[in-house]
């Protein structure tokens, strides 16, 4: 069994066991699974959010192994890629309280309890009416950077978030938001691995959901070429040269998420 408890979850979970004290926290539940709750709750008026995996079955393990995915196997892979993102400089959600036990992975109950974001937005919300309403330029370069700086900064620390979207960008409103004044946090980690090294498979593979994902904000040819550069470090001219697959791959897959997405959210008959 793995157990680490902060504050106040140490104290308000004296003498009990931690397992059953998570599954009877109250709040706003976002997602019910059968394998997985996820719901934020206050405690001495803070607000936290509480991921509860109970084990996925062999049944869902093997046909994700059949179709060459990796599994969520429970909160182990949240807690790890926080701690590995802390440590290489990367904003994310700070984890307050970790629980796992059970040595069969199909059966393994745990939980992740975060400290709530906020006051904060979705980048993709923030975002939404940009071609209806473009920023001023040097916001929009600011954001740019913060993004490409965290993304790198993640691969180069052996982190994949296999969700990489701007929506998992959160943008801290407690102060007005300037070009001088960007802070942004990443999110939504539960599905993310850890190596020594990301591979390229992977690293591209989030590329492309942040390419998707940013598509219909009104991004010009020169603000991904920015993105590119702050993403690599490199000068632009070895990037174009050296990545010219990766960029063709980009562009395909972006286009076919596109289309996924397209087909996924059409219109039924008589809508």
Excluded at 87 to 100: I, K, L, N, R
Excluded at 101 to 106: L, M, Q, T, V
Aim: with cysteine; net charge positive; hydrophobic share 40%.
């Amino acid at each position: 069994m793995k157990l680490k408890l902060g504050e106040p979850f140490a104290s308000l979970w004296a003498g009990r066991d931690p397992f059953q004290a998570v599954e009877q926290l109250q709040g706003q539940v976002y997602r019910e699974l059968e394998a997985r709750r996820t719901l934020r709750t206050e405690v001495e008026g803070r607000g936290y959010f509480v991921k509860i995996h109970r084990g996925v079955g062999w049944g869902e393990i093997i046909k994700n192994l059949v179709t060459a995915k990796a599994p969520v196997l429970g909160a182990g892979q949240e807690w790890r890629a926080l701690d590995r993102l802390h440590q290489a400089g990367v904003p994310t959600m700070t984890a307050v309280a970790y629980g796992e036990r059970g040595s069969n992975p199909a059966a393994q109950h745990s939980f992740i309890v975060t400290e709530e974001l906020a006051p904060t937005i979705s980048l993709e919300d923030f975002c939404r009416d940009w071609p209806q309403q473009p920023p001023p330029a040097r916001l929009k370069w600011a954001l740019i950077d913060e993004v490409a700086r965290m993304t790198g900064t993640m691969h180069r620390a052996g982190v994949n978030h296999r969700d990489c979207y701007i929506c998992h960008f959160l943008l801290h409103t407690d102060t007005p938001v300037t070009a001088d004044a960007v802070r942004l946090s990443l999110i939504d980690l539960h599905r993310a691995q850890t190596r020594a090294a990301t591979p390229r498979r992977w690293r591209d593979k989030d590329l492309a959901g942040l390419y998707f994902s940013a598509m219909d904000i009104g991004l010009t040819g020169r603000d991904r070429l920015r993105f590119l550069r702050r993403y690599f470090q490199r000068p632009l001219r070895e990037i174009l040269r050296d990545e010219a697959p990766l960029l063709t791959r980009l562009a395909r897959k972006g286009a076919q998420l596109q289309a996924r997405y397209a087909r996924k959210y059409a219109p039924g008959p008589g809508q």
